[in-house]
């Protein structure tokens, strides 16, 4: 991010979504928060198993997962 983004002192959210987990970073020019979940691409696919198209069901389980595996965070 780093090489790509110049970190001043603009507070910036960055995610890192991988397969496995997604890393969520508060940084300015420095590091001011982060934390790693099991959100990532591929185990999100394995819990929800969604339709194809996407549904509202398949949105509704996805905010759920999201809510469940951040509360900690968010609350």
Not at 15 to 40: P, V
Request: hydrophobic share 40%; proline share 4%; charged share 25%.
């Amino acid at each position: 991010v780093r090489q790509l983004l110049p970190l001043d002192s603009k507070v910036r959210l960055i995610m890192d979504i991988g397969g496995g987990s997604t890393e969520f970073i508060i940084a300015d020019n420095k590091l001011l928060w982060s934390c790693t979940s099991t959100l990532g691409v591929s185990r999100l696919y394995e819990r929800l198993q969604p339709n194809d198209p996407f549904s509202k069901e398949n949105l509704g389980a996805l905010f759920h997962l999201f809510e469940e595996e951040l509360k900690n965070w968010l609350y």
